[in-house]
């Protein structure tokens, strides 16, 4: 079956790091996707990794491993507004989205 | 990027009646996908909308109860039909264009649903 696995809850402390993890296995694979979504609203792009390495925008980067079905995302410099839910999604050979349940981060001052 | 509106923004329904919801994209894009999001779970993707052909459904969600419409690149329709309170839900429009550079996924504002 397919299957994503990544912690329910976290929490840090505001200015500091975080890494939320993703393991993933899926009938193919054609990229991973990170999502943020504030309750009650829809989720948002945050960043999509094909090939292996790490991909940074700004205070977040995305890492992927294809060999591990292994990503991370990691929020540097964290604020009270990037208390969320963080969603992984892998696209499958067809090209559907398979969903991590996602990881609830709470920022505490 | 896609600019996707979704209409409406919100409903409160009665069990038994159907509703329909609206997904205008502000240019073409190759794919097109409606997800319910229940209270405090993941989104689960209800099905593809395909243009000019039916809707490509998931294991558990059937065509008389989520019928779908998709006439042309940048529109497309999810009915709620004979609605229960268990339908009671946030269903989002989404959209994907795949080119060389890669894949981006975008999501409308979603619309709340709530069944008496």
């Known amino acids: 079956g397919q299957n994503i696995d990544q912690p329910t809850e976290m929490t840090a402390t505001e200015g500091a790091i975080v890494q939320i993890n993703c393991t993933y296995q899926?009938?193919?694979?054609?990229?991973l996707f990170w999502y943020q979504q504030h309750a009650g609203e829809a989720p948002t792009f945050l960043s999509y990794?094909?090939l292996d390495g790490l991909e940074e925008k700004g205070r977040f980067s995305s890492f992927l491993s294809r060999s591990k079905g292994y990503s991370y995302l990691l929020l540097k410099e964290l604020q009270m507004k990037d208390s969320a839910s963080y969603l992984c999604?892998?696209?499958?050979?067809?090209?559907?989205?398979?969903w991590g349940a996602g990881t609830k981060l709470i920022i505490k001052p | 990027s896609a600019v996707i509106s979704q209409k409406p923004s919100r409903d409160i329904c009665q069990r038994g009646t159907s509703l329909t919801i609206q997904c205008q994209v502000d240019s073409q894009v190759t794919m097109m996908f409606w997800y319910r999001q229940q209270p405090g779970q993941s989104l689960t993707l209800i099905a593809t909308?395909?243009?000019?052909?039916?809707?490509?459904?998931e294991s558990g969600f059937v065509i008389d109860k989520f019928p779908i419409s998709r006439p042309n690149l940048t529109f497309s329709t999810l009915t709620v039909s004979n609605m229960s309170p268990e339908d009671s839900s946030i269903y989002l429009c989404?959209?994907?264009?795949?080119?060389?550079?890669?894949?981006?996924?975008?999501f409308g504002p979603g619309t709340r649903l709530t069944v008496l």
């Open positions: 989404s959209t994907l264009n795949r080119d060389p550079g890669g894949n981006e996924q975008f």
């Open positions: 909308a395909n243009q000019g052909s039916e809707a490509t459904y």
């Open positions: 990794n094909v």
């Open positions: 999604a892998v696209t499958d050979s067809n090209y559907q989205l398979i």
């Open positions: 899926t009938s193919g694979f054609n990229g």
